[in-house]
């Protein structure tokens, strides 16, 4: 089935440890996005990329880094984690373009301890 | 400054019955409209969406009406489901959400009771 795959499912991680969140397309979907996911937040953008070879900066970039070497996968790593960043991270897809709704992965549920 | 608001965490329905979920928003230069179903345990998936250059979208037994004036979109789910038991979550966008700056409301929980 045609989507989106996201791994690993969940993690806990001790904080100070380099993690990359994993993001695989199979739709050949120009743009690609990470949020986040914290209670009474709703969902907050942290980078995003419109094309393979770039990225940009969302609402909450800090402690966060992307890349885009090709179409199909978009990395989130996370340097140094902290318990801040604490949260179920989506990963999302979309044709570029105006009024192109998102497609979602099933999230990875990180913990900071 | 939340640009998109969802004031009401949950809504509570008979099964049958009209689920009505409210969403505002302050920036008057958004010209999309979405709103994303989410169960728990999955991604948001796509329900339905309105360009500001209307008014009204119905797609099956969803309806999301704007009104611009009022920086006011709702969406309408007739007749309730339990399975329409879900978070919704209302989004914004300038340009179409064409660079990536989709804003998000922080979502309504929706319990349609047997």
């Known amino acids: 089935i045609a989507g989106i795959t996201q791994a690993p499912t969940s993690q806990i991680l001790a904080a100070g440890r380099r993690m990359t969140l994993r993001c695989t397309q199979d739709?050949?979907?120009?743009?690609m996005y990470w949020y986040r996911q914290d209670l009474g937040l709703g969902l907050r953008l942290i980078h995003y990329s419109n094309t393979a070879g770039t990225t940009g900066k969302g609402e909450v970039p800090d402690g966060y880094s992307v890349s885009r070497a090709n179409t199909d996968d978009f990395p989130l790593t996370l340097a140094s984690a902290v318990p801040s960043q604490t949260s179920v991270y989506f990963c999302?897809?979309?044709?570029?373009?105006?009024?192109?709704?998102?497609?979602f992965g099933n999230g990875t549920r990180l913990t900071v301890t | 400054d939340q640009q998109v608001k969802q004031n009401s965490p949950s809504l509570s329905v008979q099964e049958g019955r009209i689920s009505i979920l409210n969403c505002d928003y302050t920036?008057?230069?958004?010209?999309?409209f979405l709103w994303y179903k989410k169960y728990p345990a999955e991604g948001p998936t796509f329900l339905i969406s309105i360009s500001s250059i209307k008014d009204k979208n119905e797609d099956g037994r969803f309806t999301v009406f704007l009104n611009k004036s009022a920086k006011h979109l709702s969406l309408h789910i007739v007749p309730s489901q339990p399975g329409d038991s879900a978070v919704y979550f209302c989004a914004a966008s300038v340009n179409g959400g064409s660079q990536g700056n989709l804003i998000f409301g922080k979502g309504t929980k929706l319990s349609v009771k047997p």
């Open positions: 999302a897809s979309s044709p570029f373009g105006n009024n192109s709704p998102l497609h």
């Open positions: 739709m050949r979907h120009n743009a």
């Open positions: 920036n008057s230069m958004f010209d999309y």
